[in-house]
């Protein structure tokens, strides 16, 4: 169980992308959950990025360093890329 940074409510950790924050900055996790650095979580919901883009710069327990609006909003864009081209075609 991890907490979302976005509505702060718990989930099971596949229900969520994961935010690593390393040396190069904060970048999205590749999707084995095992890079490393520090990692917290965000719900791949529209509603939990926006909340997280809009927030006040902060500093995130999890990933133990601010993490600013511009960085925010890089990272909910990619996450977004991502949902994008794993959708389905019909």
Not at 8 to 26: H, K, L, N, P, T
Not at 31 to 46: F, S
Not at 70 to 79: D, H, K, M, N, V
Request: aromatic share 4%.
């Amino acid at each position: 169980m991890r907490t979302c940074m976005g509505c702060m409510r718990r989930d099971a950790q596949d229900a969520m992308a994961r935010i690593v924050s390393g040396g190069r900055g904060a970048r999205i996790d590749d999707g084995a959950r095992r890079a490393p650095g520090r990692g917290g979580y965000l719900h791949r919901r529209d509603e939990c990025l926006a909340r997280f883009e809009r927030g006040k710069e902060r500093e995130f327990r999890s990933l133990r360093r601010r993490v600013g609006r511009a960085e925010r909003i890089a990272l909910t864009a990619s996450i977004r890329a991502l949902l994008v081209s794993r959708t389905p075609l019909e």
